[in-house]
């Protein structure tokens, strides 16, 4: 069983930047794959980013392509998303993920989430 505890959220101005990071509980967090998610008001939840067991691999949607860093530290048990470049259409909660299985990241299926962070960005 793993437990994820998101933090790092805030209110930003456009172009600004935002660090979240999620703790995790669990001897065995270091061989899961590990994602960011997030959810906008009145949206389906969407993948933003994911990072494999030893952080060798990582895996970014289009849309924050480019301005956004996954990365992990196993030894800390942590997961890290920096985020630059924010732009309003970024606002949503953000959720870490947590994926046992061994299979392409891109397609993660997480089967454990934090309780969310709460990103706005404004115009």
């Known amino acids: 069983q793993v437990q994820l505890v998101e933090s790092g959220g805030g209110l930003v101005q456009a172009g600004g930047s935002l660090r979240l990071s999620c703790a995790a509980s669990g001897r065995t967090f270091r061989y899961y794959a590990m994602g960011w998610f997030r959810q906008a008001p009145g949206k389906e939840r969407e993948f933003v980013a994911a990072?494999?067991?030893?952080?060798?691999?990582?895996y970014y949607a289009d849309s924050v392509k480019g301005r956004f860093t996954i990365s992990r530290a196993n030894a800390k048990n942590m997961v890290y998303l920096q985020m630059n470049s924010l732009k309003p259409e970024d606002t949503a909660v953000y959720y870490c993920?947590?994926?046992?299985?061994?299979?392409?990241?891109?397609?993660?299926?997480?089967?454990?989430w934090g309780q969310g962070t709460q990103v706005t960005v404004s115009s």
């Open positions: 990072i494999n067991w030893s952080g060798g691999n990582t």
């Open positions: 993920a947590a994926d046992s299985g061994q299979g392409d990241i891109a397609t993660m299926t997480p089967e454990y």
